[in-house]
């Protein structure tokens, strides 16, 4: 057997503070060190950080700062990472195609580099013409610079099989948080009762129908509430000032929350999870809902569809959103069908260590 050590990058870092490639992240590099493995993860530090080498848990973390924001400093940064983790000499495994014209590198020295392709960025609303242009070139050096890829949904892998043979993509999903208990004190912040809420956890944009779900949730009077959790700027973003300007007084925008038991303890309280999302692979807030036993509310696209599966009622437009609020707050029968129908989903195809399992032997295939 080859030395088992591995290079994670493409990330802000661990432990997990960002979004969904952060969490998975945490999971799979606690999981390969218990298997044994040297496991190197950067990270993303402040403008007025030093580049610092450190160990969590287990799991060496170097920090490299950069003094730029945005996009442009994410993109710097990955160049960074880049060229300082081919000293390693050891397969990479990339998070995100976004920056992976920049992966040539390790095709120039011959470095192995298993990259997971996430979700088909170049389509997604928010972005403009330049930046969709550079997502669209990118997936495809994303294609020709890695040794393998993986797609987190069966259709992502089919797009990419119009790039590049399908024998050179693998698709592993996201795993999720399994929640089967959960404190009902962390509702009383927000004044809510078990059973009578759905919730929404998604980034405010309209690829993800944010509007709509409020717009459908907010037809009529429900002695219900619905919970939107997001970061919300309705002073200056006018797409956010539209879906406040839509709510009802039954709607709650708490802001974003990333303490893992409030949200766990939310999802888990909740009548039905709602989400919106129209394009992309397996998403893994969804996949926490599944996680959670949530009967599920999901815009009707092939992606959510392979996900929730039985799950779910599935909607298209405001008037099938209203809808599917009035079945299932009203539908006892139906609703506990779903949340059945739910976990078994999760337990067949969402748990963490089949997961990452998926990933380990993938990377030992790849080993230097």
């Not at 389509?123 to 403009?128: I, L, P, T, Y």
């Not at 399994?178 to 809510?192: G, P, Q, R």
């Not at 397996?282 to 949530?294: F, H, K, R």
Request: aromatic share 12%; charged share 25%; with cysteine.
């Amino acid at each position: 057997m080859k030395n088992k050590k591995i290079v994670i990058q493409g990330i802000r870092g661990i432990p997990a503070s960002h979004g969904g490639f952060e969490t998975f992240a945490e999971y799979l590099v606690l999981y390969l060190v218990k298997k044994g493995w040297e496991v190197i993860v950067y990270c993303q530090g402040e403008p007025d950080s030093e580049f610092v080498e450190d160990e969590w848990r287990g799991i060496k973390r170097i920090t490299i700062p950069e003094k730029r924001q945005g996009p442009l400093g994410t993109m710097i940064f990955d160049f960074k990472t880049i060229v300082h983790s081919t000293r390693h000499k050891c397969t990479v495994l990339t998070l995100g195609y976004n920056t992976a014209s920049f992966n040539l590198v390790y095709r120039l020295m011959g470095i192995k580099n298993l990259i997971n392709m996430d979700g088909i960025e170049w389509k997604r609303d928010k972005w403009g013409a330049l930046a969709k242009t550079w997502f669209w070139l990118n997936e495809r050096c994303g294609c020709w610079f890695g040794h393998h890829l993986v797609s987190d949904h069966p259709e992502i892998k089919k797009h990419l099989a119009t790039r590049v043979s399908e024998q050179k993509i693998t698709t592993i999903a996201y795993g999720g948080l399994e929640v089967t208990k959960a404190d009902s004190e962390y509702l009383t912040e927000f004044e809510l009762e078990p059973d009578t809420y759905g919730i929404v956890i998604a980034r405010p944009e309209p690829e993800n129908s944010v509007l709509e779900i409020v717009q459908g949730f907010s037809r009529s009077k429900r002695n219900k509430k619905l919970v939107v959790l997001g970061n919300f700027d309705f002073d200056n973003n006018q797409y956010h000032q539209q879906i406040k300007n839509s709510a009802s007084d039954e709607v709650i925008f708490p802001g974003a929350i990333y303490d893992i038991e409030k949200v766990s303890a939310l999802r888990f309280f909740a009548r039905c999870y709602v989400h919106g999302h129209t394009v992309g692979g397996t998403n893994p807030s969804l996949v926490e809902a599944i996680g959670a036993g949530n009967a599920i509310i999901a815009h009707d696209n092939k992606f959510n569809r392979w996900v929730a599966k039985e799950g779910a009622i599935y909607f298209t437009d405001i008037d099938s959103i209203s809808s599917a609020f009035d079945t299932l707050f009203e539908n006892d029968t139906l609703t506990k069908q779903l949340q059945g129908n739910t976990k078994d989903n999760f337990v067949t195809n969402f748990q963490w260590d089949k997961i990452l399992t998926e990933y380990e032997d993938l990377m030992i295939d790849y080993l230097m």
